[in-house]
């Protein structure tokens, strides 16, 4: 861990870890991304017939950044984060059957068909939902982290952000708050190039990791196309919240394949830029030949694991279509909650 009296050394980078992980655990972490890209195609593909409305955006390409932190993670720990948000609900262990009938609209999803694709929760997961407002994620995470330190259950809140919410005030607000109070906050920055259709570069001064900087937060930067880079910064930024040394902000840099969402063609970047991601950074086909070559998992078994994530994400499919929608008296109910 870095040390506190050196502000140059707080900020560093993190590149490959060269782990050891067992064949084991590398087909979980397989497993976790494959049903993360397989479920965001079909999404894609229900989207395209017209079966979920408003907006959708897709995690394909991000999917070793939910998966390497969530690896690491503890149950006390709660999440909360922006609306890319399948890919997270999913590493949360809530099911791919009532996240897909919450995109489509209908009774069976998580929100009852309400909250759609942006918003959706699970409380029994420790997931705070997906957030529409940009940089709203950021705020709830720093309330998450409140909550964890007034109860005093050694809990960590993880709020995600992307680069475009990386700019917003509300940002320096929380990391104030939080760096002033010391709450458990592990502050996770998707940095996958593009703030809706503007790169980085374009848009964000100097490093975001840096960010937390003036308000003696450390942070680092993590190569988010490795899952195993992703999983060790996680783990050591945990321990580093979890030991009470207050909040801590991981950029990880990732690569989304698809627009900002479903109705964005993408046009502000080059077909050979995306191309050359997919085939030299992607982490799914990255793993699985590590697995071949290098850890003696055999073909037969990742081709049982992939036709295991295709039944499932199949019925989720089918189940979203066959929930039923709510009836328009539904529209006045879940809208007031009386306490006390």
Not at 62 to 70: H, K, N
Not at 309 to 319: L, S, Y
Request: include cysteine.
């Amino acid at each position: 861990m870095a040390s506190k009296k050196s502000k140059k050394t707080n900020l560093k980078t993190v590149s490959n870890s060269n782990p050891s992980p067992s064949p084991e655990e590398m087909k979980k972490l397989y497993y976790d991304m494959l049903l993360i890209r397989r479920f965001e195609e079909k999404a894609g593909q229900l989207y395209g017939m017209g079966l979920i409305g408003g907006f959708c955006h897709l995690y394909i390409g991000q999917e070793a950044v939910v998966t390497g932190i969530q690896s690491v993670q503890e149950e006390v720990d709660t999440v909360v984060t922006t609306y890319r948000d399948h890919g997270h609900m999913l590493a949360q262990g809530m099911e791919a059957r009532g996240v897909m009938a919450e995109l489509t609209g209908r009774e069976g999803g998580y929100s009852r068909g309400k909250g759609g694709s942006m918003h959706m929760f699970s409380q029994e997961k420790g997931f705070f939902g997906g957030h529409g407002i940009v940089g709203a994620s950021t705020a709830i995470g720093t309330g998450l982290g409140f909550a964890h330190k007034y109860k005093g259950d050694g809990g960590v809140a993880v709020a995600y952000m992307g680069d475009g919410s990386a700019n917003q005030g509300q940002v320096a607000e929380c990391y104030n708050m939080a760096a002033l109070w010391k709450l458990p906050v592990l502050y996770v920055i998707e940095n996958n190039q593009y703030g809706m259709g503007t790169s980085v570069s374009r848009s964000s001064a100097g490093a975001l990791y840096a960010r937390g900087a003036g308000f003696g937060i450390p942070g680092e930067q993590v190569d988010g196309m490795d899952i195993f880079a992703v999983q060790a910064a996680a783990r050591q930024a945990l321990d580093y919240v979890r030991s009470g040394n207050g909040p801590y902000i991981l950029e990880v840099m990732t690569y989304r394949y698809r627009g900002h969402s479903m109705s964005d063609p993408a046009k502000y970047r080059t077909k050979e830029e995306v191309d050359e991601m997919k085939q030299s950074r992607d982490p799914i086909a990255n793993l699985r030949v590590m697995m071949l070559e290098e850890a003696g998992v055999k073909e037969e078994d990742l081709k049982t694991l992939e036709k295991e994530i295709k039944e499932i994400v199949k019925d989720a499919a089918e189940f979203s279509q066959e929930s039923p929608e709510l009836p328009p008296e539904e529209l006045w109910t879940d809208v007031l909650v009386e306490v006390g």
